[in-house]
């Protein structure tokens, strides 16, 4: 149950609209369901502010489609589904309610939100090769209510391309840097914001890169203030995290 959901239940409960019977029967299931296989978190918005979101990697299609069925059943307006295969994206496809994006390997079922803050959320990589891991975390920050930005192929190889938005980085709440190789972009992108800088090291790399090792020792060393590092190709921790500083406070001064 969502927290407006909850909110106007206990709203009726107090109007004395509603028996405190048949309220509790609504909460019957609301912690948690059990599904054999899963049980999916229906309180989780309730005491954190953000739904339960589905990591699809180690899933068969059917848990998936089973478990997103019943977040939606229970009230959950969007439902992210993360590392989704195209396979496991058919079988909701037929709901007519799944927006799915194969780049990033994303499910959105149900309602893309509009957002709700002020701030932007600006999404920058070094290279092309990035964007499966920025657009992950972009389409999780649009999920969860925020405006996105997309600043692509604007590494450090050509760096005169990052410096022509300067004012887009300015402008920015939060910034979620992505990046392979070694990883450079998010202590560039951290000399010249004054916000948070999300770095996302990611696996895009020769030999040496070690499969994005080397991003992450780089980003984790940064000299520039205000980085903080995620996983390597994390881009789902950086989209909620970046989500999170943007929800903090009003407009960006």
């Known amino acids: 149950m969502e927290q407006k959901a909850l909110h106007h239940l206990l709203e009726q409960v107090a109007a004395g609209k509603l028996p405190v019977d048949e309220a509790m029967l609504q909460l019957r299931d609301a912690p948690f369901l059990d599904l054999g296989f899963a049980k999916p978190d229906s309180h989780r918005a309730v005491r954190q502010g953000i739904a339960e979101v589905i990591y699809g990697a180690g899933k068969t299609p059917e848990q998936i489609r089973r478990i997103a069925l019943a977040l939606r059943d229970q009230g959950q307006k ?8 195209q396979e496991a994206a058919g079988l909701l496809e037929d709901t007519g309610l799944l927006d799915y994006d194969a780049v ?3 499910g959105i079922l149900g309602e893309i939100p509009e957002p709700d803050c002020d701030g932007a959320v600006v999404i920058a990589t070094g290279g092309t090769s990035d964007i499966p891991v ?3 975390a972009a389409r999780t920050a649009a999920a969860l209510g925020n405006p996105v930005n997309r600043l692509y ?3 450090v190889s050509g760096i005169h391309r990052l410096l022509a938005n300067r004012e887009e980085i300015l402008r920015a709440k939060v910034i979620v840097a992505v990046a392979g190789m070694e990883g450079a972009l998010a202590s560039v992108v951290g000399g010249l914001a004054d916000c948070p800088v999300i770095a996302v090291p990611t696996s895009v790399g020769y030999g040496a890169a070690f499969g994005g090792l080397a991003a992450l020792l780089g980003m984790l060393n940064s000299c520039a203030s205000g980085v903080s590092v995620v996983n390597i190709d994390n881009g789902f921790g950086a989209g909620y995290l970046a989500s999170m500083i943007n929800h903090i406070g009003g407009n960006k001064a």
Request: proline share 0%.
């Open 78 to 85: 969007t439902v992210l589904i993360t590392r989704m295969s």
């Open 104 to 106: 990033s390997r994303t």
């Open 134 to 136: 920025a657009e992950e």
């Open 153 to 155: 192929d604007v590494g």
